[in-house]
């Protein structure tokens, strides 16, 4: 990846990636707890939904702890009325 980011950049990604750990991951987990209590699993549409809600919670997260780990920090020195 090796991502050229600001500091700020990498601050909002972890800020996304603690709100999906902290908040979002146990909503999720506790919906796939709910919806597994329906019964026949083959035939659960809110399973399989809150489970593929859970897969692309989990990928967010590698994803971010991906761009996080090798992204390179660069200085934004540009105004705010400037393209830096």
Do not use: H
Not at 50 to 75: C, F, H, W
């Amino acid at each position: 990846m090796y991502d050229k980011l600001t500091k700020k950049d990498i601050e909002l990604m972890e800020a996304e990636l603690e709100d999906r750990r902290l908040n979002i991951r146990p909503k999720i987990m506790e919906e796939v707890k709910r919806t597994r209590e329906f019964g026949d699993l083959s035939e659960n549409y809110e399973y399989k939904a809150a489970k593929q809600a859970q897969n692309k919670n989990r990928s967010r997260m590698r994803y971010l702890e991906g761009m996080i780990k090798t992204a390179s920090v660069i200085d934004d020195n540009s105004k705010a009325d400037e393209v830096g």
